[in-house]
């Protein structure tokens, strides 16, 4: 991915096994969280958002949690297959319309 | 493919020249934006455009100049880079309702390297 020079948490899974990526954010106020995969060479792919009044939302092999109480936010991928090897961030959006980014996980799924 | 198109993909520029990167997006949103990808950063907000109209200014320096004719259109003009601009600019619109957002889409980025 372009964020190669960055010392990126690294989470390597079987194809077929289950993935957990985590993110904590910062701003008790954000109100809106989105997922996002980037392959090498691309840009941000919008996978799964989720707003401040909800903790659980599901979507195809994706599901996302989020603990306001703890500032956590996770993303379960189902089944991980070769394609889902990419690097995932996390966003939120604390003001206005400006999205925050996290650092990015590197998410490695072995065959 | 993505509905935000940008152009060049690459670009190598010296360090007194003059370049711009163009984006284009084909979804009818209201907002665009700017950011940039670093090797030694994660993804930074440069510039908002709410309406065409520049609503956020990262403390981005003045080499980096944006111009958002309408708001399916947003250039960032480069003038007198540094080798330590050389990144990953990212495009992106979102749809902004009665303040509240939606999911922003990113275009495939400008590689840019100053030499």
């Known amino acids: 991915g372009e964020s190669v020079g960055l010392h990126l948490p690294t989470l390597s899974v079987q194809e077929g096994d289950n993935s957990i990526i985590n993110c904590a954010y910062s701003?008790?106020?954000?109100?809106?969280f989105i997922w996002y995969k980037q392959e090498s060479g691309k840009g941000p792919q919008f996978i799964i958002d989720?707003?401040?009044?909800?903790d659980k939302r599901q979507g195809q092999r994706v599901t996302v949690l989020l603990n306001k109480t703890v500032k956590h936010l996770s993303l379960q991928i189902a089944a991980t297959q070769p394609g889902d090897s990419a690097v995932y961030f996390c966003?939120?959006?604390?003001?206005?319309?400006?999205?925050?980014f996290g650092g990015g996980t590197r998410l490695m799924v072995k065959p | 493919e993505t509905g935000v198109t940008q152009t060049p993909r690459h670009l190598v520029m010296g360090m007194t020249n003059k370049k711009s990167l163009k984006c284009e997006q084909h979804?009818?949103?209201?907002?665009m934006y700017w950011y940039k990808q670093s090797a030694k950063k994660p993804l930074e907000l440069m510039f908002v455009?709410?309406?065409?109209?520049?609503?956020e200014n990262n403390s981005v320096p003045s080499r980096f100049s944006p111009e958002c004719p309408n708001s399916s259109h947003l250039f960032l003009h480069l003038h007198t880079l540094q080798p330590e601009d050389s990144a990953l600019y990212l495009c992106?619109?979102?749809?902004?309702?009665?303040?509240?957002?939606?999911?922003?889409?990113f275009g495939q980025g400008t590689r840019l390297t100053v030499v």
């Open positions: 979804l009818g949103h209201n907002a």
């Open positions: 966003a939120e959006n604390n003001a206005g319309n400006m999205l925050t």
């Open positions: 701003n008790s106020a954000s109100d809106y």
């Open positions: 992106a619109s979102s749809q902004v309702q009665a303040r509240r957002n939606t999911e922003a889409f």
């Open positions: 455009y709410n309406f065409k109209e520049q609503t």
């Open positions: 989720i707003r401040s009044n909800m």
